[in-house]
């Protein structure tokens, strides 16, 4: 170990400094990417479980650093919640997402939109801006609230529940609908999905993945379904991969799907084909 003697680098180790460099130059990196505007949206389908057809489409960011290539959000997101650049990537994000659904429907292709947005945005300094911001968006592209759809997880809920409760009416007072994202990952009380303004709940990837092999996994998604429908929620199924897991999420009543068997994520012109093509068909 190391002492500067100060007793500051007491509990210094090569790895934690490897650890502790590589984040650093990760958050310099991804102030630049904010400047550069090094991202751009993919969009993933979603799908009417019943005949596959495309309802929607989920927002999903990707940085493409000119140095290192394709960095996945599940890297760099936590990191820009940490620092506070979430709120000018949300912004992007919005805006690039909306301009291009607006572009969708003026060429006829009624879809909606997810947009997966964390707390902080949501809770961001200013209470009222996430939500000044999105109906200016809304405005400006002229699109219809409905059309919209927020993505939250259920961690967020936990966070600060009088804030988010107000964050989230007023959010959904401008007509849009919240989704619960990663929904049974949360381990938190499921008296929320009553308290707060849920229209749909998304079923976690970690689910389908093992629900023809696991009993146990098929009776919670069981559950879940059954849960939703009475309380009159939505539900989504993440992260289909098989023909068997969507004949058997079809079975259990889930109503949408979402996952690499109807289609991968695409960048906006390949989205564009799919839903010419979908027309077509
Ligand atoms: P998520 O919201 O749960 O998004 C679903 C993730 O599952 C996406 O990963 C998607 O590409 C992947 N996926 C979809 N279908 C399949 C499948 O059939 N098989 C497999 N193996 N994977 C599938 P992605 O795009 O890497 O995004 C990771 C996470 O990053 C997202 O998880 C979300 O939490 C976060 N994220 C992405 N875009 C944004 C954004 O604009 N804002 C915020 N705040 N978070 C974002
Ligand atoms: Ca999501
Ligand atoms: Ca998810
Ligand atoms: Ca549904």
Known sequence: AKNDGRNNYRYYSPEMNTHMLERIQLEQRLRQAVIRQEFCLHYQPIVNLDDRKITGVEALIRWQD??????????????????????????????????????????????SMAINVSGRQLLGHNK???????????????????????????????????????????????????????????????SYLKRFPIAVIKIDKSFIDNMLERESDAKLIKAIVMMGQSLELKLVAEGIETHAQWQMLQALGCDFGQGYLFSHPLPAQELESYLHQQALS
């Open 128 to 190: 009222t801006s996430f939500k000044c911001l999105l109906k200016a968006l809304l405005q400006k592209n002229n699109i219809e609230p409905q059309y919209l759809h927020i993505e939250i997880t259920e961690s967020m809920l936990m966070d600060d529940t009088e804030q988010c409760m107000a964050a989230l009416e007023s959010i959904r007072s401008l007509g849009l609908d919240i989704y619960i994202d990663d929904f049974g990952t949360g381990y938190s009380s499921l």
């Open 66 to 111: 000119p140095k290192f290539g394709m960095i996945s959000p599940d890297k760099f997101i936590p990191i820009a919640e940490e620092t506070g650049l979430i709120e000018p990537i949300g912004e992007w994000v919005l805006q690039q997402a909306l301009t291009d659904l607006a572009h969708w429907h003026r060429l006829g292709f009624k879809i």
